[in-house]
């Protein structure tokens, strides 16, 4: 099993930044990689970042690409996203994710293939 648990979401003004965590305990030596996701209301759960653990591959959503940077530390126990130029449009519920078994760029693009989910944290951004 893995837990995770967010901080760091809030409300903050169109073109600001925030800076989410995520914290994982458990069997975080058998993950492959992990993500973040967001939903926003009366929306599906959408794909924003992931990051393989095996060389450090990243991957982004192309709503985020260029503001939006993923990044984990070795021992996999932690993973960030660092979001800047913040948009209305980016006001949702994030959730950080793992994955346990392969770390293809479908794997980790693909928000119905990971395995363990946290409770998600609200990141609401104001025009």
């Known amino acids: 099993q893995v837990q995770l648990v967010e901080s760091g979401g809030g409300l903050v003004q169109a073109g600001g930044s925030l800076r989410l965590s995520c914290a994982a305990s458990?069997?975080?030596?058998?993950?492959?990689?992990m993500g973040w996701c967001r939903q926003a209301p009366g929306k599906e759960r959408e794909f924003v970042a992931a990051?393989?653990?095996?060389?450090?591959?990243?991957y982004y959503a192309d709503s985020v690409k260029g503001r939006f940077t993923i990044s984990g530390d070795n021992a996999r126990s932690t993973v960030y996203l660092q979001m800047n130029s913040l948009k209305p449009e980016d006001t949702a519920v994030y959730y950080c994710?793992?994955?346990?078994?392969?770390?293809?760029?479908?794997?980790?693009?693909?928000?119905?293939?990971?395995?363990?989910w946290g409770q998600g944290t609200q990141v609401t951004v104001s025009s």
């Open positions: 994710a793992a994955r346990l078994w392969g770390e293809t760029i479908e794997a980790l693009t693909t928000t119905a293939k990971y395995n363990y």
């Open positions: 458990g069997r975080t030596f058998s993950t492959r990689g």
């Open positions: 990051i393989s653990w095996s060389g450090g591959r990243t």
